[in-house]
């Protein structure tokens, strides 16, 4: 007698989490806030001071080899309009100013809905990328989305950075559009991460935390005076652009934002 197989179900994928992510290149666009994410493999990256790097402060070092397990990243910051979309649905609460730094209307202006949300502070932040279902970056993430596996001093490389490649240093004094510097992208396509805005990451700041943190996804210290804030903005020079550079940056400012990671 011939035994007769049973046909299985094909498996169904949840179309509001992220697929796997395994190989650079790969991209997924979140339906909840409609953000195009960028996929970052599982691996080794090193994290921290580099070797040559003239400008390394005290509390990069010592740089050494982190392992992450793979995630995904907001290709871009959030924006205003889809930072508007939360406190439309309830989720968020609005940023302490609708203004720019040069702008008397921002926040809210459809002229500005692909520019970063500014005046936000960490706990908005967090909100945010809950509503999202997602999270901060760790500070390990951000570094590796940022910087890739060669310890790139830029998210583009080690060529010193210009106004072709991100805004900083008052090129621009004030925020412009994501995306506008495709050429200064990392190496896994996340834009903007040198330059615009601060972004906000989930660990506490501890300048001396390289020397006892984990090598292996590391969670960042339990507790601290104020979070980190990365990737420098528009009114800093290319000495806060770094990859590795670590902001202690308490409060909100014209240049206070963020992007998200998958949980």
């Known amino acids: 007698k011939t035994a007769t197989l049973t046909p299985q179900p094909t498996p ?9 992510c395994t190989e650079v290149g790969q991209r997924w666009v979140n339906p909840k806030d409609n953000g195009e994410m960028v996929c970052v493999p599982a691996g080794e990256f090193w994290m921290g001071a580099v070797e040559g790097d003239r400008e390394v402060a005290d509390n990069e070092k010592p740089g050494r080899f982190v ?36 702008r ?3 926040f809210g202006d459809v002229r500005y809905a692909d520019f970063p949300v500014i005046f936000i502070d960490w706990n908005q932040a967090i909100a945010y990328c809950t509503w999202a279902g997602e999270m901060l970056p760790t500070e390990a993430q951000w570094e590796k989305a940022a910087r890739g596996t060669n310890g790139n001093l830029y998210p583009w490389g080690n060529e010193v ?3 072709n490649l991100a805004n900083y240093d008052l090129y ?9 510097y495709p050429n200064g992208a990392s190496p896994y396509g996340a834009e903007d991460m040198a330059g615009n805005v601060w972004e906000w990451v989930a660990d506490w700041y501890n300048d001396s935390y390289y020397h006892t943190g984990t090598l292996s996804n590391p969670p960042g210290p339990e507790s601290g005076d104020s979070p980190v804030q990365r990737g420098g903005s528009w009114g800093f020079g290319a000495f806060f652009l770094r990859t590795s550079f670590r902001g202690d940056i308490p409060g909100v400012s014209p240049a206070s934002g963020f992007r998200c990671a998958s949980k």
């Open 12 to 20: 169904t994928l949840d179309p509001n989490l992220p697929p796997a």
């Open 67 to 102: 392992y992450l397990d793979a995630y995904w990243v907001d290709r871009y910051e959030v924006t205003n309009g889809m930072y508007q979309r939360c406190v439309m649905s309830g989720g968020c609460t609005s940023p302490e100013q609708y203004r720019s730094y040069s």
């Open 104 to 106: 008397d209307s921002y």
């Open 161 to 163: 950075a210009t106004k």
């Open 172 to 180: 621009v004094s004030d925020t412009v559009e994501v995306g506008k």
